[in-house]
């Protein structure tokens, strides 16, 4: 009646000894085994592994990870709140520094990657203005994705992958009068460029104005010069004609002093028919 008792302690001291060597691993976990404090080197794949009943496993989740932070309360370069939502994602690169730094608590990891992460949002912030907080391109975006902040995640055992902002916004309390100003500002640089702008179209008129009034004036005076060598030219040709034979010429002028007194209808000239208007009609008829 004695025999089960000693059966049933060795049968739970197998299963301890059972538990204490033996671990299961799967594909997204990575282990790291300690003896006495003092890290092992091992390198286990996913599956049923052993391990020596002094050693202790501890696991880590080797998938990336995502932790988010939002309504975080930050003061800008002119001392004004704003809140911030932000997320950073990381994954474990070494699992015996990841241990030695955090305890192999992600909580404890992602907090201290949050609070390397509030120090860059702080100090970017600060240095500007509220305006340059909320519109625009700001200082802050670069500052997460800088070296030094690679460089203490690393100290941590982890890799940062990403680090993103998600909004910068006022509290509800002070939003209204800050966009308030932020468009009288606007209007007011609106206003300015529609100023400039017509003072530079006014600029642009009158030059316009100017190069055409000298164009025209070039055309006319180019005009003139060409109509005036015309002129002489055919005066010169009329010259050498009357000169060639002065007859002609005669002729010619009282056929247009015809021209000049009776061109328009109506006109009545009254003459003598011994003047010189009949001269040539006397000798068309003598002929």
Do not use: C
């Amino acid at each position: 009646m004695s025999r089960p008792l000693p059966i049933a302690v060795g049968i739970l001291l197998l299963a301890v000894l059972l538990w204490r060597t033996v671990f299961m691993l799967d594909e997204s976990e990575v282990a790291l085994l300690t003896r006495f404090g003092q890290v092992q080197t091992t390198d286990f794949g996913p599956g049923l592994h052993v391990k020596s009943p002094l050693a202790e496993v501890h696991k880590f989740d080797r998938r990336l990870i995502t932790h988010a932070y939002s309504g975080e309360s930050f003061l800008s370069q002119d001392q004004k709140p704003l809140t911030v939502d932000f997320y950073l994602r990381w994954r474990l690169v070494d699992p015996a520094r990841y241990l030695s730094a955090t305890g192999g608590d992600e909580d404890a990891a992602a907090a201290r990657l949050a609070d390397l992460v509030r120090a860059r949002i702080r100090a970017a912030l600060a240095s500007a203005p509220l305006a340059a907080d909320i519109v625009g391109a700001h200082p802050m975006a670069g500052a997460l994705h800088t070296d030094a902040l690679r460089a203490a995640a690393e100290l941590l055992g982890v890799a940062l992958v990403d680090v993103q902002l998600q909004r910068i916004d006022l509290p509800d309390d002070v939003a209204s009068t800050v966009y308030q100003r932020m468009q009288q500002s606007l209007t007011a640089q609106a206003q300015q460029l529609r100023t400039s702008g017509t003072a530079e179209a006014d600029k642009i008129r009158a030059d316009a104005d100017r190069k055409r009034a000298e164009i025209l004036a070039d055309g006319t005076r180019e005009a003139q010069r060409v109509r005036g060598e015309a002129d002489a030219a055919a005066a010169a040709a009329y010259a050498r004609a009357y000169g060639a034979n002065p007859e002609f010429a005669a002729f010619s002028r009282t056929l247009q002093a015809y021209k000049s007194s009776l061109g328009r209808e109506g006109d009545i000239l009254v003459i003598s028919p011994e003047g010189e208007f009949f001269k040539y009609l006397h000798s068309a008829n003598g002929r």
